[in-house]
């Protein structure tokens, strides 16, 4: 017998719930106290949409290292893309970041009841959140500049997968400290 719904039809259905759910995530920020709301919703999404695309970026990494044919120009598409929202959001997080750092913000709390936690996670999270940028940026221009010459195996294309797999760590970092650093003390 034949099944109703094939692999392919479940798989989007599952990653589409999946998205949706972890799209609500700073949405939550509209129900919160915060007198920031508009700049931690649009931060929170911009951080979230960043982490979903460098997922697809790691995805499409597998791909251009078999030498598939077009596979390098699908990953560079999407680097440039998800790059030119990292850069949106580090905007927006830098908006976010003028309240978080005035009076009676959340780093005066942190510092006063929890120093570790924003030396530790804070200024951790502040540097590892703006390295996706340089890294998303160089392996779309290696892309582009060598896409034509890349081959199953080649040490380009493992440089390339290395920056890609370093761009998606960072993201994933920053977000997850993120999303602990607002647990913790809303702006």
């Known amino acids: 017998m034949k099944s109703m719904f094939s692999a392919k039809d479940l798989a989007v259905t599952q990653a589409s719930v999946a998205a949706l759910l972890f799209l609500s995530i700073?949405?939550?920020n509209?129900?919160?106290?915060s007198n920031h709301k508009l700049?931690?919703?649009l931060h929170g999404?911009?951080?979230t949409i960043t982490v979903i695309m460098?997922?697809?970026?790691?995805?499409l990494t597998y791909p251009m290292l078999r030498g598939k044919k077009g596979a390098a120009v699908n990953l560079e598409w999407v680097l440039w893309l998800t790059s030119?929202?990292?850069l949106v959001t580090i905007a927006l997080g830098n908006w976010l970041y003028i309240p978080y750092r005035g009076p009676d913000g959340p780093q005066q709390w942190l510092m006063y009841h929890s120093p570790e936690v924003h030396l530790i996670v804070m200024e951790y999270k502040e540097f590892v959140s703006l390295y996706p940028l340089p890294l998303g940026i160089?392996?779309?221009?290696?892309l582009r500049r060598f896409r034509h010459t890349l081959t199953a195996g080649s040490a380009l294309s493992g440089i390339i997968a290395l920056l890609?797999?370093?761009f998606w760590i960072c993201l994933l970092i920053g977000f997850a400290c993120g999303i602990g650093m607002t647990k913790l003390k809303m702006v």
Do not use: K, N, Y
Request: aromatic share 6%.
């Open 30 to 33: 509209i129900i919160g106290l």
């Open 54 to 59: 460098s997922c697809q970026a790691l995805h």
């Open 164 to 166: 890609v797999t370093l």
């Open 26 to 28: 700073p949405l939550f």
């Open 39 to 41: 700049e931690a919703v």
């Open 138 to 142: 160089a392996a779309a221009f290696l």
């Open 84 to 86: 030119l929202l990292v």
């Open 45 to 47: 999404l911009g951080a």
